[in-house]
């Protein structure tokens, strides 16, 4: 059986997005769902067994899975990312283009960004250790094993960063961004409201006319009260953690550049010696994000491009997968576990043992290409025969 998975929510969205055109958005979605066998040919079995999904209120249909095969499915196997992704929907809902929350951390007493795929469910959701702004703009996918989980209560949304950025600047301030209608008050005087397209910050001034002259030169004699001095506080101290995570991304990143300098091992014993490296989990997840930076269009090609950037032919020639032939085991290498949860990290439609299929047919063919132990051979046998070649046309032509 052959299967491929087009994503319940990605399908969803992509038929909000037409509707939405057509401002024939509902509040609420009915969904069907219905399986069931398609012939293809009279002359064989083969058929597919599609997923077909229904948003009723709406009347539009759509694939969510597809599984191809001889006969009827011998298991519900195929059924378990959907029936996960679906658990997941009705459980927490679809974030339709509300991509950014402003939340205030009910333990920590603070305000900020993060990433709708950060919500683990209502009032709570994943935080990471350190660079949280640079991961919430890249929309990074929370590390379940290294973030930490935090209750929070949500102040206000919006579709990107730097619109949720503003909101949070002025959350500082009011602690209410809840609805797009209200007006939040700052320092006494009303603001524009906050609502998705407008821009928090007006960028139009009136000019003061003659009579408002002693009003401002009263203004700029005043001196500031408390409450506003507690205000520029806050800001400050707000820019400061803004200017020092910046300056720990740069050493990291910086740092991170020079450990991962990676170059092919040109033989048994550099290849050990980065086995060794490997073993300490801070430089093994540093290598996968280094593999996951090369990528590849497909699995296979980014898992032979990681092979390559690990080793040469050479190396190779000395390693089958399980280790037959009197070879070493690459499967027994943390490399090998390395390199194939680079892959699936980067195509989540990749499977483990397809992996190791590519892997296993790149070691099998490195002795004969460039640098591997019979390539010499191969080019010497070629040669020759050439050669010979070459004495016999001559010989006919005398």
Not at 97 to 118: G, N, P, R
Not at 194 to 204: A, K, M, N, R, S
Not at 325 to 333: E, P, Y
């Amino acid at each position: 059986m052959q299967y491929y998975n087009f994503g319940l929510q990605k399908k969803i969205i992509a038929q909000l997005d037409v509707f939405e055109e057509k401002e024939m958005l509902p509040k609420h979605l009915e969904l069907a769902f219905n399986i069931d066998g398609l012939p293809l040919f009279k002359s064989s079995k083969s058929c597919f067994w599609p997923v077909v999904g229904c948003i009723v209120n709406l009347k539009c249909v759509f694939c969510v899975c597809l599984t191809y095969g001889l006969s009827k499915p011998s298991n519900l196997d195929f059924l378990e990312d959907f029936i996960q992704e679906l658990n997941n929907i009705l459980t927490h809902g679809i974030f339709y283009k509300e991509m950014y929350f402003i939340v205030e951390f009910v333990e920590e007493k603070s305000v900020e960004v993060i990433h709708s795929s950060w919500v683990i469910s209502p009032g709570k959701c994943f935080w990471p250790k350190n660079g949280a702004r640079q991961k919430a703009r890249k929309e990074e996918i929370p590390d379940t094993e290294t973030w930490t989980t935090h209750k929070f209560r949500e102040l206000g949304h919006a579709d990107n960063y730097e619109k949720a950025s503003k909101k949070c600047f002025l959350a500082l301030d009011t602690s209410n961004l809840d609805s797009d209608s209200k007006e939040v008050t700052q320092g006494g005087k009303t603001t524009e409201n906050l609502q998705g397209d407008e821009d928090v910050f007006p960028t139009t001034h009136k000019e003061p006319g003659p009579n408002d002259k002693e009003n401002l030169l009263e203004s700029k004699q005043s001196r500031p009260n408390d409450e506003e001095e507690n205000l520029l506080e806050k800001k400050l101290n707000v820019i400061l953690e803004h200017v020092q995570e910046i300056n720990a991304f740069l050493k990291q990143s910086s740092s991170t550049e020079k450990e991962l300098e990676l170059h092919p091992a040109i033989s048994v014993d550099e290849l050990l010696e980065l086995e060794e490296r490997l073993l300490t989990r801070e430089y093994r997840n540093e290598v996968i994000k280094y593999l996951r930076r090369l990528g590849g269009s497909t699995a296979a090609e980014m898992a032979r491009g990681a092979m390559k950037a690990c080793g040469d032919n050479c190396v190779w020639s000395e390693f089958s997968f399980r280790g037959r032939k009197g070879k070493r085991a690459f499967c027994h290498l943390v490399l090998c576990k390395v390199i194939i949860k680079a892959c699936l990290k980067t195509h989540k439609q990749a499977d483990v043992k397809g992996l190791e299929r590519d892997i296993s047919e790149y070691l099998k063919h490195s002795p004969r290409k460039r640098g591997g132990s019979t390539y010499k051979k191969l080019d010497h046998s070629l040669s020759s025969s050439s050669a010979s070649t070459i004495f016999l046309m001559s010989s006919d032509s005398e």
